[in-house]
C-alpha cells in the first residue's frame, strides 16, 4: 500500500490496524506518516508489523511508535531499508505442514548454522493460512511475510520439517534493480531416485564401473 498527503486531526482512535496475518506493507512515500508515527522527520518510510526478523537486526533503521498500541506493534524503517513480501506456496506433500509454525531468521551468510529452537525473542515464528481463520482471499497453503531485500535468512518449518518442491514468489513491487533476498532452508533427507528389486538367476558380481 502507498500512502502521502496525509493529516491527522483529533484522532482518538488507533492509527492504524493490520488485518488478518498482519504481513502488509505500508509505503509512506512522502513521510507524512512519520510525525504521527513517532514524530521524526522522514522523506519517506516503511511501515511493517513488528516481526524480530526485521526489527531485531534493523534497530538502527526500524523504530516503534511513540504510541506503539495505537499502531497495532508496527514499526517503521527509513529509506535505508528496501522491504519486499515474498511468498512460499505449492509445498510438496502439504499435509506435513498442516498447524505447521513457519520460523524465519536473519543470518550473516548460508554458512552460519542456527538452532531451530533458537528464541522467539531473535526470530519470527507465526502460524500459516491453513488456519480457517485466515482471510480466505490468501488462499490454502501460503506462507508469506516481508523481508528486507539484499540479506540472508534462515527459514523453517515446525521442527525443521524438510519438502520435496517449493515455489517462492514475489509481489509486482520487486523490480529487477533490487538486491536479491537467499532463503536457507533445512535440508534433511536423501532425494536421490533409486528402484529396489531381487536379482534373477543367483548371484551376480557389481561391474567394476560401479565400484
Known amino acids: 500500500m502507498f500512502v502521502k498527503d496525509l493529516t491527522f486531526t483529533n484522532v482518538s482512535g488507533n ?20 510525525s504521527a508515527f513517532g514524530g521524526a522527520t522522514r522523506t ?8 524480530p526478523h526485521i526489527a531485531q537486526y534493523n ?14 506493534n508496527a514499526i517503521m524503517c527509513n529509506q535505508d ?12 506433500e502439504h499435509k506435513l505442514f498442516v498447524n505447521q509454525n513457519i520460523s524465519v531468521v536473519q543470518i550473516n551468510s548460508p554458512s552460519e ?3 531451530t529452537h533458537l528464541s522467539n525473542a531473535l526470530h519470527t515464528k507465526v502460524s500459516n493460512t491453513i488456519d ?9 497453503h ?35 534493480d533490487l538486491p536479491g533476498v537467499i532463503f536457507k532452508f533445512n535440508y ?15 548371484k551376480k558380481l557389481v561391474p567394476a564401473d560401479y565400484i
Not at 44 to 51: A, K, P
Not at 81 to 92: A, D, H, Q
Not at 155 to 161: C, K
Not at 164 to 173: A, E, N, P, V
Request: proline share 4%.
Open 15 to 34: 492509527y492504524l490496524f493490520m488485518i488478518g496475518f498482519k504481513r502488509d506493507i505500508i509505503y509512506d512515500l512522502d513521510g507524512s506518516f512519520s
Open 44 to 51: 519517506s518510510g516503511t511501515i511493517v508489523q513488528n516481526f
Open 59 to 72: 534497530q538502527d533503521k526500524c523504530t516503534p511508535a511513540s504510541d506503539p498500541a495505537a499502531w497495532d
Open 81 to 92: 531499508l528496501t522491504i519486499r513480501k515474498i511468498v512460499f506456496s505449492n509445498l510438496m
Open 113 to 115: 548454522v542456527v538452532a
Open 132 to 140: 480457517k481463520n485466515e482471510p480466505k482471499k490468501d488462499g490454502k
Open 142 to 176: 501460503l506462507w508469506s511475510l516481508p523481508y528486507v531485500v539484499g540479506r540472508t535468512y534462515q527459514v523453517w518449518w515446525g521442527l525443521g520439517a524438510d519438502f520435496k518442491h517449493l515455489s517462492i514468489g514475489s509481489t509486482r513491487f520487486y523490480t529487477s
Open 188 to 202: 534433511t533427507e536423501n532425494r536421490e531416485v533409486f528402484d529396489i528389486g531381487p536379482f534373477r538367476g543367483g
